[in-house]
């Protein structure tokens, strides 16, 4: 079970330029990089695509978008990256992950067409000026559990 979450250079400074480029609205996207023994290691954290689904509380990534760029992120890296998580903003700061959000992991953590059986989802949380990346991972299996973890490299 992975104990701790690095976010690789770069990954911080995507995600404000999304959260800057929506400043009163839920934004976000997938995840890539790559889980080894403790460790979940984020190399890019991608753009939410250009039909992607905004408002103050609800955030709906553009899939075809993303399916196409993770595919593009793959072949780049010849498979060493792949899809290790989901990421969005929450307008709030300590706001752990919502009852959908749960669901919606869950739904991954059980699925053979995702690459990972524990999905990684990064909240950042949003008041005013300020943001801080939390981070969890998600397992159904044997039972459903969801664990915080410690990020470095934010």
Not at 61 to 72: E, I, N, P, V
Request: glycine share 8%; charged share 25%.
């Amino acid at each position: 079970m992975s104990e701790r979450v690095v976010l690789g250079s770069g990954v911080h400074a995507a995600m404000a330029a999304h959260i800057r480029a929506k400043p009163d609205r839920e934004t976000g996207g997938v995840l890539v990089g790559r889980a080894t023994g403790e460790v979940i290691t984020v190399t890019r954290a991608s753009p939410p695509g250009p039909s992607a689904i905004h408002r103050p509380r609800y955030f709906s990534r553009d899939s075809a978008f993303l399916q196409r760029w993770l595919d593009g992120v793959c072949r780049a890296t010849d498979g060493t990256d792949d899809y290790v998580g989901e990421w969005h903003v929450h307008l709030t700061l300590n706001a752990p992950p919502s009852p959908i959000d749960r669901r919606s992991l869950y739904r991954i953590a059980r699925r053979s067409n995702y690459p990972t059986d524990k999905p990684l989802l990064i909240i950042a949380e949003v008041a005013a000026e300020v943001w801080q990346p939390r981070a969890w991972v998600f397992r159904a299996k044997p039972r459903r559990s969801v664990r915080e973890l410690p990020l470095s490299g934010a």
